[in-house]
């Protein structure tokens, strides 16, 4: 039996649901109407700089 990885079980290219307990419900958050979380993207490894080497963020 071949072992799953992480990434593997990572749901790319649909859209992750928002916490029922999340900022959007809020009683002063900032915005109105439809909030949608883009779809995942898959992951890219090694990660790349953040910042360039030498450099604080």
Do not use: H, I, K
Request: aromatic share 8%; hydrophobic share 35%.
């Amino acid at each position: 039996m071949e072992r799953e990885s992480f990434t593997d079980r990572l749901p790319v290219g649909e859209r992750l649901p928002l916490p029922e307990d999340s900022l959007a419900g809020w009683a002063t958050f900032p915005f109105e109407g439809e909030l949608r979380v883009r779809p995942l993207q898959p992951p890219v490894l090694p990660e790349p700089d953040r910042a360039p080497r030498g450099r604080a963020l």
